[in-house]
């Protein structure tokens, strides 16, 4: 029981977190494209400081989901 409620929280907190990951991506693609760049150049761009921040945000995001994937996976249902 109590290894499936830790699974289940872990999973409640992927999916939160990959709701707060496309709404900053979004948030992320409107700026770039208002300052009249495509997102696919933020790699190649000097970024404003608020995008810079986004962009931070995101790779956070991405990096705290990706730390979590492995949890799930071990904790799967043939985990002993």
């Known amino acids: 029981m109590l290894r499936m409620d830790h699974r289940e929280s872990l999973e409640k907190r ?14 992320f693609e409107r700026e770039m494209r208002v300052r009249g760049f495509e997102p696919s150049q933020a790699e190649n761009v000097a970024l404003t400081a608020k995008l810079a921040r986004l962009y931070a ?21 043939n985990a002993t």
């Open 57 to 77: 945000a995101r790779e956070e995001l991405r990096a705290e989901i990706e730390n979590l994937s492995p949890q799930l996976e071990l904790k799967g249902p």
């Open 14 to 27: 992927r999916k939160e977190l990959t709701a707060k990951l496309r709404e900053l991506d979004g948030l």
